[in-house]
């Protein structure tokens, strides 16, 4: 089963309750994310599953269950693409 995990080797900056600050200190790319985008990377702290930010999100906001779930697998995409969070396989 797959887990998501934030990467480590970036700067987080919290500009303030609304806005975050991704540095990739490697490339010296800089990445804007928003108050929910922020929620949804704080829940990446520790290896995640999909269903497991799925369900934590749906307790955080109201919403149609199948839309957080496509809007959240896009997200995911592109923070795998910019190397902001890592995969892994979880064999248990």
Known sequence: MKKYVKNNKMDYIALDE??????????????????ISTIILQQMETPITFDALITALLELFEGDENEIRNDTAEFLQELLQKNIILESEDNE
């Open 18 to 35: 609304e806005e975050t600050v991704i540095h990739d200190t490697e490339s010296g790319s800089i990445h804007y994310i928003d108050q």
